[in-house]
Nanobody, 125 residues
Framework: QVQLAESGGGSVQAGGSLRLSCAASEPTFSSSVKAWFRQAPGKEREFVAGIAWNGNTYHADSVTGRFTISKDNSKQTVYLQMNSLKPEDTAVYYC???????????????????WGQGTQVTVSS
């Protein structure tokens, strides 16, 4: 059972930056697809960015050019660098990972098997 632990959330003013980290408990974590999702109060959870086992990435249109997902397999960690933050980016951010049989990035949360507890990001105007 892979355990994921997010960190790096906090409060920032609009235009600022934050970097989220997601550390996995298993060294084979590098073989799965990883993603970041977010959920704002009163809204449905939405896909933010994903990174495949081979390093390919995909970002939601709403964050393209501002957020970047990356990973460090040696540290079993996935990152989300968030720049030019906007108040509408305020949400709880979740790290997720698929099982090892999944090779493509999916935007549906139902394809992800393991989830972290979430970290709050608050952007003030």
């Amino acid at each position: 059972q892979v355990q994921l632990a997010e960190s790096g959330g906090g409060s920032v003013q609009a235009g600022g930056s934050l970097r989220l980290s997601c550390a996995a408990s298993e060294p084979t974590f590098s073989s799965s697809v990883k993603a970041w999702f977010r959920q704002a109060p009163g809204k449905e959870r939405e896909f933010v960015a994903g990174i495949a086992w081979n390093g390919n990435t995909y970002h939601a249109d709403s964050v393209t050019g501002r957020f970047t997902i990356s990973k460090d397999n040696s540290k079993q960690t996935v990152y989300l660098q968030m720049n030019s933050l906007k108040p509408e980016d305020t949400a709880v951010y979740y790290c997720a990972a698929t099982g090892y049989d999944i090779r493509s990035i999916y935007t549906s949360g139902s394809r992800y098997k393991f989830w972290g507890q979430g970290t709050q990001v608050t952007v003030s105007s």
